[in-house]
């Protein structure tokens, strides 16, 4: 606010010199670094300043200090950050393990007073449990931020910090490795490891957030795979309860269960029984091995044998959509049953019915009288699903392309969308659709967002005509990234026709961050898998290309 800001760099400085309480020097160098990302001007004086605090040399050997002058100098000038930043950094975390009290630095006890703010503090500390000095994590945390895209820095600072003896400090690296894992790309395999390290704590606390970070890594959580086995193999500890999934064995059995581990079926057959069915059961079966997803029919039926679906019409929807992804015929019969639910939970129960039937296929021929009513069905979300069902489980694409032809035509452009997405899946059985996409494609109303690239993909599914699908591609790949790992999948697909897309992919492959990850220091979570699929495609164009 003071206009004058050289004088305010002046004054800042001349306070350095004579303040002796450790919490105000950290707020010394965070306003100095605050003042250089302010003012480029002043940027380079202000540097000077958090460097010289920065090094052990100068006689400030605060550890505290140290980290705060080097989060600063990687916000105002990461140019100027010491070659051993991260060892310093680690230094202090390893003095700050060693220090003496639970909240404060130097030994001086916290005033304790009956306020909220009083009540707040002791709440926070509680939280972290047993760290040493809180300060410290706070400026490993802005350290992170600030260090943004260098990740060599950051996965090395991230699993000191999963070493860390002090629990409290694994916590926050718990909380850390979440961001850093899902949301940049670098060496992952050792950090995914430590984290299942986490998994032997006595703490459940600590179990239940390390097993939550992996089940958000499923795609990279292969060197974890073996801790988390090894603790459900263990066993629950306890009854399993019908909220199985808010337990640190539920939040460890989930994390191997997604990435299809067959060490996880024993586990799931028994709280399956009973209890919580997950909405991404479905998910995890696909995953599976056939053998494995065999296992769990039993219980899944069982399940949906009892299951009333006017009272549970979303468990019912998890359920159907489960016991379709084991790839058996035996779910006909109770899907039929659910198909012709009716009541205020039918048409929920109804549509996950149909997905359910179109993953069936051919031995679902018994519900075609039920598919041909309902491709007529007022309702267009219905439309689609039974055009989707009829195609995959009766072949009678003449009837589901019409429908689909109509839904393309629909008021919302969700159902639009829908029907271009079954449209993909039919591929070239639904060329007669393309003059519809195109019709689509011309439209800039119609074809923006992340719905351009479900629009691409139809468009090449249905012609295999690159000549065509290239501009449509590059249109979305461009219009919203949550387009990209679909669109690098349709060019690898296409070959050395895809020429035309690798500088795009090269630059993405280049890139430190993932594709959905365009900043933020809440605690975000990005699309992991999908950004593992989009750089094993885009490396599959680039070799295909001869490496163009």
């Known amino acids: 606010m003071h206009d004058d800001q050289r004088a305010v760099l002046t004054a800042l400085r001349r306070r350095l010199t004579a303040e002796q309480d450790p919490r105000v020097l950290r707020d010394l160098a965070a306003a100095l670094g605050e003042l250089g990302v302010r003012n480029a001007e002043l940027a380079p004086q202000a540097a000077d300043a958090l460097t010289a605090l920065a090094l052990p040399d100068t006689g400030r050997t605060a550890p505290g200090l140290r980290l705060?002058?080097?989060?600063?100098?990687?916000?105002?000038?990461?140019?100027?950050?010491?070659?051993?930043?991260?060892?310093?950094?680690?230094?202090?975390?390893?003095?700050?393990?060693?220090?003496?009290?639970?909240?404060?630095?130097?030994?001086?006890?916290?005033?304790?007073?009956?306020?909220?703010?009083?009540?707040?503090?002791?709440?926070?500390?509680?939280?972290?449990?047993?760290?040493?000095?809180?300060?410290?994590?706070?400026?490993?945390?802005?350290?992170?931020?600030?260090?943004?895209?260098?990740?060599?820095?950051?996965?090395?600072?991230?699993?000191?910090?999963?070493?860390?003896?002090?629990?409290?400090?694994?916590?926050?690296?718990?909380?850390?490795?979440?961001?850093?894992?899902?949301?940049?790309?670098?060496?992952?395999?050792?950090?995914?490891?430590?984290?299942?390290?986490?998994?032997?704590?006595?703490?459940?606390?600590?179990?239940?957030?390390?097993?939550?970070?992996?089940?958000?890594?499923?795609?990279?959580?292969?060197?974890?795979?073996?801790?988390?086995?090894?603790?459900?193999?263990?066993?629950?500890?306890?009854?399993?309860?019908?909220?199985?999934?808010?337990?640190?064995?539920?939040?460890?059995?989930?994390?191997?269960?997604?990435?299809?581990?067959?060490?996880?079926?024993?586990?799931?057959?028994?709280?399956?029984?009973?209890?919580?069915?997950?909405?991404?059961?479905?998910?995890?079966?696909?995953?599976?091995?056939?053998?494995?997803?065999?296992?769990?029919?039993?219980?899944?039926?069982?399940?949906?044998?009892?299951?009333?679906?006017?009272?549970?019409?979303?468990?019912?929807?998890?359920?159907?959509?489960?016991?379709?992804?084991?790839?058996?015929?035996?779910?006909?019969?109770?899907?039929?049953r659910l198909l012709r639910t009716s009541g205020t939970g039918g048409a929920r129960v109804r549509g996950a019915a149909l997905r359910a039937l179109a993953r069936l296929g051919a031995t679902a021929q018994e519900a075609l009288p039920e598919l041909r009513e309902l491709v007529r069905d007022s309702d267009p979300r219905h439309r689609v699903d039974a055009a989707a069902a009829l195609w995959s489980v009766g072949g009678e694409t003449d009837v589901a392309l019409s429908a689909l032809s109509e839904s393309l035509r629909a008021e919302r452009w969700f159902h639009r969308h829908d029907a271009m997405r079954v449209i993909a899946r039919m591929g070239t059985e639904a060329a007669g659709l393309l003059p519809d996409l195109r019709r689509l494609q011309e439209s800039p109303e119609e074809n923006g967002g992340w719905v351009a690239g479900t629009l691409a993909v139809a468009l090449w599914q249905a012609g295999r005509d690159p000549e065509e699908s290239m501009p449509a591609l590059l249109h979305a790949w461009s219009e919203h990234r949550d387009n990209r790992p679909d669109v690098a999948e349709v060019w690898a697909r296409m070959g050395p026709a895809a020429a035309p897309a690798v500088p795009l992919l090269r630059q993405e492959l280049a890139a430190a961050r993932r594709y959905d990850n365009t900043g933020g220091t809440a605690r975000n979570r990005y699309r992991c898998a999908n950004d593992e699929q989009l750089l094993r495609h885009g490396r599959a164009v680039i070799e295909q290309c001869g490496g163009r």
């Not at 994390?255 to 909405?279: I, K, M, S, Y």
């Open 68 to 336: 705060a002058a080097l989060v600063q100098l990687a916000r105002c000038a990461p140019g100027r950050l010491p070659e051993r930043t991260v060892e310093m950094a680690i230094g202090v975390m390893r003095e700050a393990r060693e220090a003496e009290g639970a909240a404060r630095e130097d030994g001086v006890p916290a005033p304790e007073t009956p306020t909220m703010i009083s009540y707040l503090r002791w709440l926070k500390a509680s939280h972290r449990g047993s760290v040493k000095a809180p300060w410290a994590t706070d400026l490993l945390r802005e350290l992170h931020y600030a260090l943004e895209d260098r990740v060599a820095e950051r996965f090395a600072l991230l699993e000191d910090q999963l070493r860390s003896p002090d629990w409290g400090q694994r916590r926050e690296a718990i909380d850390m490795s979440g961001l850093l894992l899902t949301g940049w790309r670098g060496p992952h395999e050792e950090p995914v490891r430590l984290l299942g390290e986490q998994l032997r704590e006595t703490e459940p606390r600590i179990v239940r957030w390390a097993a939550a970070e992996l089940e958000r890594l499923y795609a990279i959580g292969g060197p974890a795979a073996d801790s988390l086995a090894g603790r459900v193999a263990a066993g629950p500890g306890s009854p399993t309860q019908a909220q199985w999934n808010e337990t640190s064995y539920g939040a460890v059995l989930s994390a191997l269960a997604v990435q299809g581990d067959a060490r996880a079926v024993p586990g799931l057959a028994e709280v399956l029984r009973f209890g919580h069915v997950p909405e991404e059961l479905g998910d995890w079966i696909d995953r599976m091995g056939r053998e494995e997803a065999a296992a769990l029919l039993p219980v899944l039926l069982r399940r949906l044998s009892w299951i009333d679906p006017e009272d549970r019409p979303e468990r019912t929807g998890f359920l159907l959509e489960a016991v379709a992804a084991t790839g058996s015929a035996e779910p006909v019969t109770p899907v039929l």
